[in-house]
């Protein structure tokens, strides 16, 4: 799965939440219930007016992603990513955020 190690054989557990107003969270834990990291998402949308936003049927954008650095490079925010593009049906897209070495990498294999 990644460089440091496999989230599968570690026995890391994931939780999705889901408020039903278009943001979703996605959480990883240890076997021991400890929290490992977390990623945000949101609707992508398009403008209506000044305040609405019309979701789109199709895409996802990352608010943020983080897995605490004993866990990186497990898989994880992989994962994360997967769930929700299968729980929602919807495509991540990159949009513009701040990116670790590790996230570009993230990025670079899921464009393969």
Not at 3 to 27: A, C, R, T
Not at 50 to 65: C, D, G, M, N, R
Request: net charge negative.
């Amino acid at each position: 799965m990644g460089l440091k190690g496999n989230w599968k054989e570690e026995k890391y557990q994931f939780k999705i939440h889901d408020d039903e107003s278009g943001f979703f969270k996605v959480f990883a834990y240890t076997e021991n219930g400890e929290e490992a990291g977390n990623a945000s998402f949101r609707v992508e949308g398009e403008m209506k007016g000044w305040t609405h936003i019309v979701p789109s049927e199709k895409e996802l954008t990352v608010i943020a992603a983080t897995v605490h650095p004993e866990h990186q490079r497990k898989g994880i925010c992989s994962e994360m990513y997967r769930l929700i593009e299968e729980y929602t049906g919807r495509q991540i897209i990159e949009g513009v955020i701040l990116q670790s070495e590790d996230a570009k990498a993230l990025w670079k294999s899921r464009k393969k």
